[in-house]
């Protein structure tokens, strides 16, 4: 199967995405994820359900993520199957006031993470975020 207008629709996703992040738009971000999504954080806290994944971002909208910017670029696209996608991202976020705990800047003002989502196209074509992972990137450690 060809898979470049999926490939296209999803990475038109990813973009839409970061567009609402760098609105603060909870609902506009996790539009794409199916109803019984699961989505791990960068902490390792685990959300069930696109309820649990909107209210956790409108909340750190408000707090540690207010007023950032995020740049995402698509790393890989995996066909798993005609309806199954793995989507590989990197991101870098910019202009957040706070981190949670354990998570630090990859360099000065910059945290950059490793999202992983898998997507299932749903009944209706689109394509829906059924999994998510975000991996913060630990700093290199200064040269002794």
């Known amino acids: 199967m060809d898979h470049a207008r999926d490939e296209q629709r999803i990475r038109e996703q990813v973009d839409a995405q970061t567009a609402a992040w760098n609105r603060q738009d909870a609902v506009a971000w996790s539009q794409d994820f199916a109803p019984d999504a699961d989505f791990i954080n960068i902490v390792g806290t685990l959300y069930a359900g696109k309820e649990q994944i909107q209210e956790r ?20 696209i995996s066909f798993v199957g005609d309806d199954v996608a793995v989507v590989d991202t990197t991101h870098e976020v910019t202009g957040h006031p706070g981190l949670p705990p354990g998570v630090q800047n990859t360099e000065p003002g910059i945290l950059r993470t490793q999202m992983r989502y898998v997507m299932q196209r749903s009944g209706d074509g689109a394509w829906r975020v059924v999994a998510g992972q975000n991996t913060d990137v630990k700093p290199r450690p200064a040269a002794p």
């Open 57 to 76: 971002h409108a909340a750190i909208f408000e707090s540690l993520f207010k007023g950032s910017q995020s740049k995402v670029t698509v790393r890989r």
